[in-house]
């Protein structure tokens, strides 16, 4: 067994767990923060996105031990104020999910690809970067224009400035 200890949106957490128990499981199961999915176990479908000291991993490919010391953020933790993150907001607005299994992963992506391209987004960029993300119901065309309009919307003061 081994003590894991995180800060999860914002807030320290401690935990003992198996060696090999996959971040993904310690948020889920010692957290109870189900908003991270469960997909695949093989880092092909892209649920199981969080940030991890600010860029987005996949979380079934790492160990919760190896995370230890780490700042995470999941999907919950962009909810503040008792207002949805941006990208959250424009995934509404855009229709950007039809079941929903995907789209926390989605979200965390898209936060992290805004984040690193400072508002210089185009279609082509957005579809390139969502290719670790699968979404069997959408066809991505909704998704893509969510991204691209809360990427807007989130440097809307730089380009005006600009």
């Known amino acids: 067994m081994a003590k894991v200890t995180l800060s999860v949106n914002g807030r320290t957490v401690s935990g003992d767990c198996d060696d090999r128990t996959l971040l993904v499981q310690f948020i889920r199961e010692k957290l109870g923060l189900t ?8 880092t092909q479908c ?6 991890m000291d600010g860029k ?3 979380s079934c490919s790492i160990l919760a031990v190896q995370a230890s010391g780490s700042e995470i953020t999941t999907v919950e933790g962009l909810f503040a104020n008792g207002e949805l993150h ?4 424009a995934f509404k607005e855009h ?14 992506t898209a936060v992290d690809m805004i984040n690193r391209h400072g508002g210089e987004l185009d279609e082509a960029t957005v579809r390139h970067e969502l ?5 069997r119901c959408t066809g991505y065309h909704n998704i893509v224009k969510a ?6 919307e989130m440097h809307a003061g730089r380009q005006a400035a600009e």
């Open 35 to 42: 908003g991270t999915h469960v997909g695949c176990d093989t």
């Open 147 to 152: 991204v691209l309009a809360a990427n807007a």
């Open 131 to 135: 290719e670790g993300n699968i979404c």
């Open 95 to 108: 229709h950007g999910l039809q079941c929903g299994f995907c789209t926390p992963g989605m979200v965390m």
């Open 86 to 89: 941006p990208v959250q907001a």
């Open 56 to 58: 987005s991993i996949k």
């Open 46 to 51: 892209g649920a199981c996105v969080v940030h």
